[in-house]
């Protein structure tokens, strides 16, 4: 048993100790299935603290021959599984943590050097003899022991990418590390000494040099999760049963942590999920996740649109993007969708594949985003929020007058020229010219049922804040009068689908005159 070359079982031992323990077994019954095969190249990349090293660890210990972990699993859903025995601690198991190497190596430089002498002296160590103790070369090594002594390998690479996606990071290591990775994986050679390889990073594999060293891997991310979706961080269903033994409020832990579609599954960071459970406070643990510093730069980026996208999202849009434009390159990113896609990636932004979208997932992530901005002064978001502070409070005094000018002004300056007399435009121009609401008020929920139609705009306030602020209802007209949105909501009885959610109700109708580019305003007060 070694630390790197068949290691014992105790970190996954650590997190099976832990007081929230979620069975992911499931993956290992995954890659039992892909063994030996072309499809046992797997590049797997989520954003941090959602669960890839507890996941490593698993692996490691499941296949590992340093290790005799039955015991371990007994309990665990692998243990039902018909080959559940037949590959446990099997195979010579290689575990490399960049991250650990790189903190460790005392020349930054010699990384690859340093990974590859700590794997080839812990081999010297397990098989003496078989292979000449002057060989440099890892692939050489385990080729020859796969020759001589018939064992194939289960290499797992933890923070796979963090020397490729640090766009400070020296050339001639990452040009060091690549011809290590293809030497690796790469061609013929290695598959008859490669049983299973698994790789653990934050990017995908980057479409430009790395892609020759591991373009024969199968690549799952936050914008595909493919077969993997439910194995790295917690699904909904588990987050409800958590939710009942630890007598938390579901719908609010999900108004906080949810909104990660991946495939058929909502997926909630287990960083966050774990916090709220053993500490009750619904509260962003992200900030110890990540840092401002990585966000802030990527939103000040003078891309045409990318600041209104951000505010809009904010605010609780979804918005278009071609995710298909970033090439997994920090040190390229050209446009505004290449700075959305790789803010999917950090976690910062979820992505409907169904609707190729992007937008803020949740309560946690909203906040962190408002605190980046605010950080750096952001002044383009500073001076937004000013002017979304006037229309919410001049919308709560009744002012109806400078409602109409609020939103005339957001929508000439925050809406194209080209979007301005589209029909979808002016929802867009809500969504945004409320963001101030967020304090104050859930996500709004757009075409909500109620009544014998769908409102346009719901705002139901937050719990803490119910007896203080009201229930907006806003109906949306184009090219005719704010009273005909008014009589909309009153003929269709709107308000008694929310009355139970909320104190008072305010009636907002708003009407854009397409020919005049002038808002008008009503607003009435609902009378129970």
Known sequence: MGRFVNPGGSAF???LNSEIYVDKTGLIEYTNRVLG??????????????????AANMLAAYYSKGTSSEEMFSDLEISKNVDF???????DVIHIDIQWFLTNCRNSDQVVDFITQSILKELREIYPGVFPTEEESLPEVLSIIREKLGYKFVVIIDEWDILIRDAS????????????????????????????AYLTGILPIRREKTQSALNNFREYSMLNAGPLASYIGFTEAEVEKLCKQYHQNFAEVKRWYDGYQLGNYHVYNPNAVVNVMMEGNFQSYWSGTASYDTIVPLINLDF??????VIEMLSGAAIEVDVGSFQNDVSKIYNKDDVITYLIHLGYL????????????NEEIRQELNRATRRKKWNEMLLFQKESEELLNATLDMDEETVADQIEKIHENYVSVIQYNNENSLSSVLALAYLSAMQYYFKPVRELPTGR??????FLPKPEYRMDYPALLVELKWNQTARTAIAQIREKKYPETIESYTGDILLVGINYDKKTKEHQCLIEKYEK
Do not use: W
């Open 85 to 91: 025995r037949k590959h446990l601690n099997q195979y």
């Open 169 to 196: 990071a020296d050339p001639k290591i990452q040009e060091q590390y690549i011809k290590f990775l293809r030497g690796m994986f790469k061609g013929t050679e290695p598959t008859k000494y490669i049983q299973l």
């Open 304 to 309: 045409d649109g990318l600041k209104t996208a």
């Open 37 to 54: 095969t072309t499809d046992a190249y797997i590049c797997n990349s989520r954003p941090r603290r959602f669960g890839k090293s507890y």
């Open 13 to 15: 031992q650590t997190a």
């Open 350 to 361: 979820g992505y409907s594949s169904t609707f190729r979208n992007a937008f803020v997932p």
């Open 453 to 458: 139609g769908f409102a346009d705009f719901v």
